[in-house]
């Protein structure tokens, strides 16, 4: 829930300038709002997603915007899941899995967040947390085609603590293996893993796609970032 029309005005034109290695797909996520003044500022090779979205299509639902409506403003990818989705709004792993599932059916595409907490990692049940989280997923969806995951330790995000790129990787392996024996060989090929975390030594792990970019993306070096995965 940050910036203006004068700001994101600001990083439109900053990512309009800017050029991007081919093999590098820039998605970015404004407040709900400025979805349709981004989408029709920004250039088109950059694509534009919501950061939320419910699980049906209309109805009493005071508040909320369907993937219908992101399709109609020409918005194809839309952030689910997302840490603060689910500490601040109590969101469960059934009810995220049951966004993901409408809005892919709809033609969304999904950036499908999952991470543990700071006492869940302390507990040495990262994993557990995770498979819970990719469970819930599998449930609801059998094709995997166009899901990013996006793994956020959320331990490390104000807490003072920094998930080193080992972290990262480790849990990032640990999720192409579950989809290996869960879902197939060819989706933990194909599915693209990124991390909420940022820097060069993240870009450089195996396992790891890309980034999930919070507070950096409202700066300049957000372009930094993009380009650091080259």
């Known amino acids: 829930m940050n910036g203006d029309q004068t700001s994101l005005k600001k990083i439109v034109e900053n990512l309009n300038t800017v050029d991007f290695a081919e093999d590098v797909e820039v998605v970015i996520a404004p407040p709900t709002i400025y979805l349709d003044f981004v989408r029709k500022s920004v250039r088109k090779e950059i694509e534009v997603a919501a950061q939320n979205a419910y699980k049906v299509s209309k109805g009493a639902f005071t508040g909320e915007i369907s993937p219908e409506m992101l399709k109609d403003l020409d918005i194809r990818w839309v952030i689910l899941g997302h840490s603060e989705r689910r500490t601040i709004f109590h969101e469960s792993d059934e009810f995220i899995a049951s966004k993901i599932s409408h809005a892919l059916e709809v033609g969304i595409k999904v950036i499908a ?35 990013v995951i996006a793994y956020e330790p959320v331990w490390a995000i104000g807490t003072g603590k920094v998930a080193t790129p080992e972290q990262a990787q480790e849990v990032h392996n640990y999720i192409r293996n579950w989809l290996i024996k869960n879902v197939s060989e060819e989706t933990s090929r194909n599915t693209r893993s990124v991390t909420g975390e940022n820097s060069s030594g993240l870009a450089q792990k195996l396992d790891i796609d890309g980034f999930l970019v919070g507070g950096a993306s409202l700066k300049p070096e957000f372009v930094t970032i993009i380009n650091s995965h080259t």
């Not at 700071?118 to 995997?144: F, M, Y």
Request: with cysteine; hydrophobic share 35%; aromatic share 2%.
């Open 113 to 147: 967040c999952i991470g543990e907490k700071l006492e869940e990692r302390e507990a040495g049940i990262t994993n557990d947390i995770v498979t819970k989280q990719l469970v819930a997923i599998s449930q609801k969806i059998k094709d995997w085609t166009n899901v």
